[in-house]
């Protein structure tokens, strides 16, 4: 952090967002919200009421430039962490809005940028592993989700072209942790809630896949928006390659009573789980994840700490 820093996290009502924003209130840096969404749900979960305090919360749709742009104007923002987006399944439901949030939002976002260039440091933005298809097929995405962040990726990369404006692009492949309760790759969260409630659950598929905590995951977009990249770029970002299996085990381990009640569908994800992080690692320098039994414990605990003060929905974060 610099005393000079001014954060914008768009989308910070979602997982990823609400843990970007309680790293950056925990550093001393300010932040500004933006998200069109009417409940804090996972700002709360992850943080306490006197941290959430200090957040500066703006309603905005992301698809209003001339909003958007104000917030950035008037604030003096810096950085910005660019989150806000439709995920698989929203896309897969209601295309047309999908559209307008994934790729007229990253319009805004980057025209805005550009605007700013002179005031702003930073700007970084989530893509997904979901540019890339199945194993075998390369970048042959098989979501029009998938399609929108190659469209975001493209589109940083022609501003930073045109107009020097050097976007960092993040991939994330299965991001769990409080707070990942939507999503297609949402299911390994909920089985750690279900364990931590004593409740029999299934996770939707199987096979190889990355697991990512929310809480890593949110200081490499943090660090992102703080490199200095002499072209735009986008990264696969790594984490822990497990299989499903894996994961039933560490759930398993961190509640021994609910052995053999956590299972999955063996079938496995459309995207691929290789991931090469060593070009993200040239840019960042060292990424850290935590280990996956230490991951799952650690869930496994804070979703029974919320439970037990009223801090979560069960049957919201679960659904």
Not at 61 to 73: E, G, H, N, S
Not at 165 to 173: D, E, K, S, W
Not at 202 to 219: P, R
């Amino acid at each position: 952090m610099t005393t000079s820093e001014r954060f914008l996290v768009t989308g910070a009502l979602g997982c990823i967002g609400a843990w970007t924003v309680k790293r950056l209130v925990d550093e001393g840096t300010p932040v500004w919200t933006y998200d069109l969404g009417s409940s804090n749900h996972r700002l709360k979960l992850v943080m306490d009421d006197e941290s959430l305090a200090k957040v500066n919360l703006v309603s905005g749709d992301i698809t209003d430039f001339d909003a958007f742009d104000r917030v950035v104007a008037d604030n003096g923002i810096t950085n910005i962490v660019h989150l806000a987006a439709f995920q698989v399944p929203f896309v897969r439901a209601e295309p047309v809005l999908g559209a307008k949030v994934n790729l007229v939002g990253m319009s805004v976002v980057l025209e805005s940028a550009k605007r700013h260039k002179d005031q702003l440091q930073g700007l970084a933005y989530a893509s997904s592993a979901a540019v890339y298809g199945p194993p075998g097929m390369g970048n042959q995405t098989v979501s029009l989700y998938g399609i929108h962040k190659q469209a975001k990726e493209g589109m940083a990369r022609i501003y930073s072209q045109d107009y020097g404006l050097h976007a960092v692009g993040l991939r994330p492949h299965t991001v769990y942790g409080p707070g990942r309760d939507q999503g297609m790759t949402s299911t390994p969260t909920k089985a750690m809630l279900a364990a931590a409630i004593g409740r029999p659950y299934e996770i939707t598929f199987g096979g190889t896949i990355v697991m990512e905590h929310a809480d890593d995951m949110a200081q490499v977009f943090i660090d992102a928006s703080r490199a200095k990249p002499e072209k735009a770029g986008a990264y696969d970002v790594g984490g822990n390659t497990v299989a499903v299996e894996d994961i039933v085990k560490a759930i398993n381990a961190a509640a021994p009573e609910m052995t053999g009640k956590i299972t999955f569908n063996p079938t496995p994800l459309t995207v691929s789980a290789s991931q090469d992080d060593g070009p993200l690692k040239a840019l960042l320098g060292k990424l850290t994840w935590r280990p996956l039994n230490e991951g799952v414990r650690q869930t496994v605990d804070d979703f029974k700490k919320a439970v037990a003060v009223g801090r979560i929905d069960v049957e919201r974060a679960i659904a």
